[in-house]
Structures are given as structure tokens and as C-alpha cells.
């Protein structure tokens, strides 16, 4: 697939010409959907010139121990996140796959949906650190582009922003092209300590997650210890 732009030849006359889609692909568990990941999309569709980003998250990602919030919840805290963003596509394959979900087959099932495209994975330091563990990663390399934005390597469950540093991405033999964004010491994993903790459960968690997504969890309970 292609979208056809005007262009101006030397003498002026307009002539269109083909140029290959963008296509973005940001998978993640969003449990839940973050201010970096928000971040990180944005800084996808601007820097790569995106016609149009997938945001998929995931079903039980064969990576994660952790049982994950059930996926209807995570769904909805998806819109509310990423809603208000422009060419962006709340994609639910891999909720809905049976079975163990890896990124190879929806880059597969996404090619063929955009025949010629350009295909960008969108990542963050740590899954490119990981990425040679990934199921089948020659073939995702072969298929996409990596786009990977740096993370924080210390996050605190206060989200301080002290002493944070980059991930070292040095011995990465991986081509990869970088995203560039502020650092954002924010992890779907100190949202959860933040909300679970009692007394902070008044506390800014806006800061953490976007209003919506805030008022979502205290409305439905998530995260917090039942005990
Ligand atoms: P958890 O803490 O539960 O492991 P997470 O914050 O890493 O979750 P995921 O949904 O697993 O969130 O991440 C989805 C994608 O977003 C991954 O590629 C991850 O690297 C990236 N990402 C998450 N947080 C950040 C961040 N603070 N900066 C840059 N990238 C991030």
C-alpha cells in the first residue's frame, strides 16, 4: 500500500508521486497505559513520520510472569490513554489470538494488511536489551524497523526523578533507529506499587498516568491489595 503525494518537478508542473505507508507498531501489556508510553507514541508519529500506529496490547505475553489485569480493562484504559492521539489504531489481535501471543506473527499478519508499507516496532531500552530472547526475533528484524526510545534504568515507585540514568545500550548489535524523548523515570510496575500502597492512594497518581486513566482505576478498583 502506498499514499500518493503532490510533488513539484523543476518546471513547476505538480506530478504525483508513491510513496511507501508508515506503519507503527507499539506493542505492551499497558497494565496500565502510562504517561511514557504516551510519550513514546508521540515521539513515534512525529520523529518516524508515521501515516498511522498500531498500539497493541497484549494478550498474556508469553514474557511475563505476572498475570496480567484482565483485558477488557486494559482496552478501555488504552482509549482513554491514547484516544486523543491522531492516526492512532487501538489494535486487539493479540488480545483476541489463542494461544501464546509473539510479535512475529502480527508483523506477518500486518504486512500482508499493508502490501509495501514501512513497518517500525516501537520499543523502549529495555525491550531492545531483551530482544534476542524474543520468539522468532530474526524474523521480526527482518520485517520491521526497530524504533527504540531510552529508559530510566532505576525507577522508583515515587517516580523521583534523582539520580536516574540511561540504559546502556552500547553493546547493542542490533540495527535500531533512536526515538528521541525526555527521560521519563515512570514504569507500569511503580503505577501499581503507587496505587497499592494506602496511603498514597489520595496522592497525584495523574502525575504517573493520564486524569482518565487515573479516575478509571480508582473507579474500578485495580491494583489495590485485597487483603
Ligand atoms: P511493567 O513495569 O509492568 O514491566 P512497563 O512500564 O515496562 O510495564 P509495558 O506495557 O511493558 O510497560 O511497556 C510497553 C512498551 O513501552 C515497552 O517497549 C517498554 O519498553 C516501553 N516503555 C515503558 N515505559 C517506558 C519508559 N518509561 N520509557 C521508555 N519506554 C518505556
Given at each position: ?53 498500531h ?12 498475570v ?29 489470538r ?16 499493508y ?17 534476542k ?41 542490533l ?12 514504569s ?40
Amino acid at each position: 500500500m502506498s499514499r500518493a503525494t503532490t510533488d513539484t518537478t523543476v518546471e513547476g508542473v505538480p506530478t504525483v508521486c508513491a510513496q511507501r505507508l508508515r506503519v507503527g507498531i507499539f506493542g505492551g501489556a499497558f497494565d496500565p497505559p502510562h504517561w511514557a508510553h504516551l510519550a513514546l507514541a508521540e515521539a513515534a508519529l512525529n520523529q518516524l513520520k508515521l501515516d498511522v500506529l498500531h498500539i497493541l496490547p497484549t494478550g498474556q505475553a508469553w514474557h511475563k510472569s505476572r498475570v496480567l489485569t484482565p483485558a477488557e480493562h486494559r482496552l478501555a484504559m488504552c482509549g482513554l490513554a491514547f484516544g486523543d492521539l491522531p492516526r492512532t489504531r487501538l489494535d486487539v489481535r493479540e488480545i483476541q489470538r489463542q494461544g501464546p501471543s509473539y510479535t512475529a506473527d502480527t508483523l506477518c499478519e500486518l504486512a500482508g494488511e499493508y502490501p509495501g508499507a514501512k513497518l517500525f516496532l516501537v520499543l523502549g531500552a529495555d525491550q531492545l536489551l531483551a530482544f534476542k530472547s524474543w520468539v522468532r526475533w530474526p524474523e521480526v528484524l527482518e520485517q520491521a524497523t526497530l524504533a527504540v526510545a531510552n529508559r530510566a534504568t532505576n525507577v522508583g515507585a515515587d517516580g523521583a526523578l534523582d539520580q536516574v540514568q540511561e540504559m546502556d545500550l552500547s553493546s547493542v548489535d542490533l540495527p535500531f533507529e533512536r526515538l528521541h524523548m525526555p527521560l521519563k523515570n515512570i514504569s507500569a510496575t511503580a503505577v501499581r506499587a503507587h496505587v497499592e500502597r494506602p496511603i498514597s492512594r489520595n496522592g497525584a497518581l495523574d502525575v504517573l498516568v493520564p486524569e482518565a486513566v487515573a479516575g478509571y482505576i480508582s473507579h474500578n478498583y485495580l491494583y489495590q491489595k485485597h487483603s
